[in-house]
């Protein structure tokens, strides 16, 4: 287990740990929350030996290893995505090239009784043993599905990292890091660049892995999900709740509730003794006593209410103006970025007051469509148009980044500002936590959090009656992504929201548009009505699940021509793998007894069959293998 006692961190003047004390145990699930600005990022780096703290002690075991995913995108390298994966299994692959030499070798020589051999006997079993408990042949087959669950395609794994997005290379990080399974795995943020297939696969991965694990999300439902402990950081202290997320903030209420009941029943306790004192303090006879319920008085410990920061965002958007029945229609969209088409047909049509969730996998074209319909990008064909008097505001999923670097706050909001709103800036930045001072700050000195609060003012500055929001969480901590979303509930006017945060979209939309297939479903709904009508937790099972409904409508359930020959031929390769299985297994096992045998090392075939055991179990991983994509085919065709 790892234990921090008495971690004490300043930054400047800000005291940030102040002398806090933890244990994280053997496969603890820990959520690690907090205020943007509280120290999270920094207790994960002081965790994984990247930032020293000023004071105290951090205990790790030895023999144990840690993983660490940052916000920090990694470099991009001219290597595909399967051969970075791959790295992760570094030693595995050593070893399994170290066991072919000595393989090689043992056939080639004849001195079998000689202390060399024996050597080589051992080393070659000991390495066998130490290739089968770090996963054996199978580690090519685990790297290929954990990239598919990550979102990544087959015919991707070849693509050079260097011609992935920031998001894309992260994932490619993320499936390293849970290929290694260290025995510590901290994240920070790790389902930012995740969309919601992505993130209800990585869920499943995450409730069954075998080490601890600490993670920083601004996501509830994901902590909740993943998590059976909470760490709180606040003003400088740690909070620990042997409970996930939602637990924690109904037990961190009623602590909260106790404590200050606690406070005023005690400084009723403590006037009341005041009075005594002052009043026997006054009589000579009582002096004595008086200084002696002083000390008593002195020496009691008194009940203090924790600091918290409760600081929110004032967030209102202003009454839209009202605009045509129709807000956006589109015919036929077609949108492609050189041979990848995204949009192909489109139709669509939003009405005035739909509250729009755009959801699916990250290259649908969810953020596309988002950006013809406010013009920012051209469709290659089609027709579509906003309706009469429609009023743009567009959040871009890299809203944040786009602000002008040089320019302070204020100014900022000044290039934003409609004429009759200027006197009233400082105090619409005042209402997203900017300090009077802090209007003076150049946006390059800005946290991702507080750009993403100066985007947002910008959008109170005009009465838009169309939103049109892409990704507008990434950056708030959960407190200001409940703000956010308590006004959007309240705001009048058409709600267009692309995310893949699920707590956030609960109840926010009426209407769900599924991208997929390079087109979009409609569903009436909001995102937890639109998982639960199709009877699927992972969105995969979506696709897979379509396909076998139009066969059956295209047929009337009896299956195509090319069905029923695919359907004959995948069933003769389950029978001849089975045989090849059963066959293979039968040998194994006797293989097995014969060196099981007290003198079988001591026999001049012992190498040879050694080397026959190996090869007969590596064959048969590779025939469970293709049983396996043979089973999974014929069950996708029912």
């Not at 999270?40 to 990247?50: C, F, G």
């Not at 090689?104 to 066998?128: H, V, W």
Request: hydrophobic share 35%.
């Amino acid at each position: 287990m790892i234990s921090a006692q008495n971690i004490f961190l300043k930054f400047g003047d800000r005291t940030l740990f102040d002398e806090i004390n933890f244990v994280i145990k053997d496969n603890d699930k820990v959520g690690l929350v907090g205020r943007n600005g509280a120290g999270k990022s920094t207790l994960l780096r002081v965790l994984a030996k990247e930032q020293s703290p000023d004071g105290g002690a951090l205990d790790f075991p030895n023999g144990r290893t840690l993983g660490f995913l940052t916000q920090d995108i990694p470099v991009s390298d001219d290597v595909t995505v399967m051969e970075e994966c791959l790295t992760a299994f570094s030693e595995m692959q050593e070893i399994q090239d170290n066991i072919e030499k000595l393989n090689q070798e043992m056939m080639t020589r004849t001195d079998y009784e000689s202390d060399s051999y024996a050597k080589l006997i051992t080393k070659f079993t000991d390495l066998t043993e130490r290739f089968n408990l770090l996963g054996g042949e199978n580690f090519k087959g685990e790297t290929e599905k954990v990239l598919k669950g990550l979102g990544f395609k087959e015919v991707e794994f070849d693509k050079k990292l260097k011609a992935l997005s920031g998001g894309w290379r992260m994932r490619v990080e993320l499936a390293k890091l849970l290929l290694q399974k260290p025995n510590y795995l901290l994240l920070d943020e790790p389902t930012n660049h995740l969309d919601i297939e992505s993130i209800l696969w990585f869920e499943s991965f995450l409730k069954t892995y075998p080490g601890s694990i600490i993670l920083i999300s601004h996501d509830k439902r994901f902590l909740d999900n993943t998590t059976n402990r909470t760490l709180e950081v606040e003003m400088g202290k740690l909070f620990d709740y042997k409970m996930p997320y939602s637990k924690y903030l109904e037990e961190r209420a009623i602590r909260k509730e106790q404590q200050i009941s606690s406070f005023k029943n005690q400084q009723k306790n403590i006037a009341q003794k005041e009075r005594i004192i002052s009043k026997f303090m006054a009589k000579a006879n009582k002096t004595k006593m008086a200084q002696s319920m002083q000390k008593q008085l002195n020496k009691m410990e008194r009940v203090e209410i924790d600091q918290e920061d409760t600081t929110v965002m004032n967030l209102r958007f202003p009454p839209p103006s009202r605009c045509g029945e129709i807000v956006f229609e589109g015919k036929g969209i077609h949108k492609s970025y050189g041979e990848n088409q995204v949009l192909r047909g489109v139709d669509i049509q939003i009405e005035r007051g739909n509250r729009v969730a755009f959801v699916g996998q990250n290259g649908q074209g969810k953020t596309t469509l988002a950006k013809i319909i406010v013009k920012t990008l051209e469709a290659e064909s089609g027709e579509y148009g906003l309706g009469y008097n429609v009023e743009v505001g567009y959040y871009a999923q890299n809203q944040s980044d786009e602000l002008p670097r040089d320019l302070t706050l204020l100014q900022v909001m000044e290039n934003n500002s409609p004429p009759e709103q200027r006197t009233k800036l400082r105090s619409i930045l005042g209402s997203f936590m900017f300090k009077a001072e802090d209007v003076d700050k150049k946006v390059s000195v800005l946290s991702g959090g507080e750009k993403a609060r100066l985007a947002l003012a910008c959008m109170l500055l005009h009465p838009f009656n169309l939103l049109v929001l892409d990704e507008p969480t990434n950056h708030l901590d959960i407190l200001s992504k409940d703000v956010l979303k308590k006004a959007l509930m309240k705001y009048e006017g058409t709600l267009i929201v692309v995310s893949h945060d699920r707590d956030f979209l609960e109840e926010l939309t009426n209407t769900t548009f599924e991208f997929k297939d390079r087109n979009i479903h409609h569903h009436m709904g909001d995102i937890n009505e639109f998982l639960e009508k199709r009877a699927v937790e992972d969105m995969r099972m979506l696709s897979k699940k379509s396909e076998l409904d139009k066969a059956e409508k295209a047929t009337g359930g009896l299956g195509t021509e090319v069905d029923y020959k695919e359907r004959k031929q995948i069933q003769k390769d389950l029978k001849n793998a089975e045989k090849k299985i059963e066959k293979l297994e039968g040998d194994i096992a006797s293989l097995e007894a014969l060196m099981a045998e007290p003198d079988f090392y001591e026999r001049d075939n012992s190498a040879k069959k050694i080397s026959e055991y190996e090869s007969k179990k590596a064959s048969l991983s590779k025939v469970m293998a293709l049983w396996e994509d043979a089973a999974l085919k014929l069950d996708q065709l029912g």
